[in-house]
């Protein structure tokens, strides 16, 4: 797999990693391919799988009465899951929708389980990935309790820029928790703002 560097540089932020070990990793990774659209994990299902994403941006929404919640975004060189429903076994309360073509290299909960009866650095591993989850979902909740829309928006745009381009603007304002209309009003003052220091450099 040509994925090898991207995984290591990835897996060495949660815990160090030896080349070996990361041999290991990838010798019970399958590679998996899903179309625009396509549905990774479906809520109601049990999740059994945790994919790194090599390419793509994957979506996870619930819905809320007749209207869907995007509730995360997960792009390349990072990990995605309905994790909730991976360590206890419980249906999935989310679903997970590629938005674009998606490519990851998958890791099912059986071949997770193998790998900490192997060895302690493994068993680290799985608690530390879930911790990343757990530190990136209550950044989320935060920032939706204390920032203001605009806030919300600018540190988003900040931390995320290539987002704008690949994902609607319907999926953002929902998982950043404004109305469209507020999304779309922001959006064109940021591109104001931006056109006008570039005629200024000029």
Do not use: C
């Not at 059994?48 to 975004?73: A, C, E, P, Q």
């Not at 605009?150 to 988003?156: I, P, W």
Request: net charge positive.
């Amino acid at each position: 797999m040509g994925h090898y560097q991207p995984l290591k540089n990835f897996i060495q932020q949660i815990v160090a990693i030896s080349d070996e070990e990361l041999q290991e990793l990838m010798g019970i990774l399958q590679e998996k391919h899903y179309k625009k659209k396509a549905v990774l994990t479906k809520a109601g299902e049990v999740e059994s799988n945790l994919y790194f994403l090599t390419k793509g941006v994957v979506r996870i929404f619930f819905l809320k009465g007749k209207k869907d919640v995007t509730f995360d975004l997960a792009k390349e060189n990072t990990i995605t899951s309905s994790t909730n429903s991976l360590f206890t076994g419980r249906p999935s309360r989310y679903t997970l929708e590629a938005l674009e073509p998606v490519t990851a290299l998958v890791l099912s909960k059986d071949k997770l389980d193998e790998l900490y009866t192997r060895s302690k650095k493994w068993q680290r591993f799985g608690r530390l990935v879930t911790t990343f989850f757990l530190l990136r979902q209550e950044r989320g909740i935060l920032e939706r309790a204390m920032f203001t829309p605009r806030e919300r928006f600018v540190s988003f745009v900040q931390n995320n820029p290539e987002f704008i381009q690949r994902v609607s603007q319907k999926h953002l304002a929902s998982y950043l928790g404004i109305k469209p209309e507020t999304f779309t009003r922001m959006k064109r003052h940021l591109m104001h703002k931006k056109n006008s220091k570039n005629n200024h450099n000029d």
